[in-house]
């Protein structure tokens, strides 16, 4: 066993144990009791949820390992557990409300979630190939069904299916990748990988790519972004803002695990692919969404924009990037959050709305919300004091830091266009003839609003534990 273990083999497992026994003991309860179970399981399974974030805060400090390397516990892994925890747990708020206006009340909905964190948890703490593939498959396969879990709907069924074909395509060629990888080193773990590079030639840039087709799927950066604007507009609502906020944090921390620790011999290749996919991310997201009319369709194009951001800080491949990774996916959480708490509450007597067009005058009829989402927004377009201008400045002063200066004015320069459709929304609210008012949020809703509100509009008073804790957690790769 490897020195770093102390412990019972078990013990760093205890998060994913807890959610893993806790989501078959509410599937029973669930079926026992049948659709009267709705509320008393999507309570419980925020619950579980959260005793699992604390589980991960309370294991004992330091790198602990178990089965032999392959799973590990870290500050890495620590501080993104926390934040799919707390993505995952707002999900599930977030879709109740909306669940039962709609009459799609389903008990395995908030299962299906569990049991995705459960995934993304396993896969923040993989450290060798076959770990990394049985994490993102467990985290996936509830994807694909949530995604097509309004069986009344034509969209829904489209997106889940676009989804499942696209995403087993991408599955396959990281599986492809990972096979090529072995064969060249002769080890699946990462440490051992990193041993081997230096042997192993030309071939193991091969599996390197093949490899990065997968990762770059799952975190929707160009070119494998084909799935996310279709996905996120067909798919319920509630679904989308899970979608886009839990699996990105996971898709990153698998993207930047593989990356450091398993390949720092070759960094100059991978870095190259990187700059690409992340300049390519960022111009397709900015040039994109300039023309959209539907906000679940912006907020896609807005989200692959996002990630060729934070794989600014991976591309520096100091420990200084990753820190800004760190920090650049906990403040997009709350963005997105925040952002789609308004867009569950686009309802009328007619049903939910998705038109950009439907928020004129927002400001008239509901300023508290029109405020907030005025912020989260320009928090996205990185307006300082906003949390969205740190965001950007820690990858782009990695980004000079490491020498990629050209990387770093792209990504000013897309943030500039980016603005532009930002603020276009801010406009139709603030000055445009109000349409006819929403129905009340949900106190859901408004307890997650107000809470990534408040943490944007604020996090420039005091940004020291955040930025501390990312930088922690990023040293602990190094």
Not at 174 to 203: C, E, K
Not at 455 to 460: K, V
């Amino acid at each position: 066993m490897n020195a770093a273990l102390t412990i019972p083999a078990l013990y760093p497992l205890l998060p994913e144990i807890v959610l893993g026994l806790g989501a078959m003991a509410l599937l029973m309860f669930g079926v026992y009791r049948g659709e009267r179970s709705v509320r008393t399981v999507d309570y419980a399974s925020v619950a579980l949820l959260i005793i699992a974030g604390l589980i991960v805060l309370a294991l004992p400090a330091g790198k602990l390992v178990t089965f032999d390397g392959s799973f590990v516990v870290d500050d890495f892994a620590r501080f993104l557990k926390v934040l799919a925890v707390i993505g995952s747990a707002a999900a599930i708020l977030m879709s109740m409300d909306h669940a039962e206006r709609e009459r799609q009340q389903r008990f395995e909905y908030s299962i299906l979630i569990v049991l995705s964190t459960l995934g993304m948890l396993m896969l923040i703490s993989a450290a060798d190939l076959i770990a990394l593939y049985v994490g993102l498959e467990l985290m996936s396969l509830p994807l694909y069904v949530v995604a097509a879990s309004h069986r009344n709907s034509l969209r829904s069924t489209e997106a889940g299916l676009k989804y499942f074909v696209l995403g087993a395509l991408s599955s396959g060629m990281l599986l492809y990748g990972a096979s090529l990888v072995y064969g060249f080193t002769g080890t699946v773990s990462f440490v051992g990988i990193a041993h081997s590079a230096a042997d192993a030639g030309s071939g193991l840039i091969f599996g390197l790519v093949f490899l990065f087709v997968g990762f770059c799927f799952k975190v929707s950066a160009v070119p494998f972004h084909m799935w996310t604007p279709d996905v996120y507009e067909g798919a319920p609502t509630p679904v989308t803002a899970f979608f886009a906020a839990a699996p990105k944090v996971a898709g990153i921390a698998m993207f930047v695990r593989a990356t450091v620790v398993a390949f720092p011999g070759i960094t100059a290749q991978w870095q190259q692919i990187v700059v690409f996919v992340s300049i390519a991310s960022m111009l397709l997201g900015a040039f994109a969404a300039i023309g959209q009319r539907n906000i679940k369709r912006l907020m896609a194009y807005s989200s692959i924009g996002h990630m060729g951001f934070a794989l600014i800080g991976l591309a520096a491949g100091t420990s200084e990037g990753v820190q800004g990774v760190l920090v650049y996916m906990a403040i997009y959480l709350t963005m997105t959050l925040g952002v789609f708490a308004v867009i569950l509450s686009m309802r009328r007597s007619g049903g939910m709305v998705e038109s950009i067009d439907q928020l004129a005058g927002l400001a008239r009829t509901n300023p508290a919300m029109a405020f907030f989402l005025a912020m989260l927004l320009f928090s996205m377009a990185g307006v300082p004091p906003l949390a969205g201008f740190f965001a950007k400045f820690y990858v782009f002063l990695a980004a000079i830091k490491a020498g990629l200066y050209i990387l770093a004015v792209i990504g000013v320069l897309a943030s500039v266009i980016g603005a532009y459709y930002y603020l276009a929304i801010i406009k139709v609210m603030y000055f445009e003839e109000p349409a006819e008012p929403f129905y009340s949020m949900p106190n859901e809703l408004k307890l997650v609003l107000g809470v990534c509100g408040l943490f944007n509009i604020l996090f420039f008073v005091y940004p020291g534990p955040l930025v501390g804790v990312a930088s922690a957690a990023a040293h602990s790769l190094f």
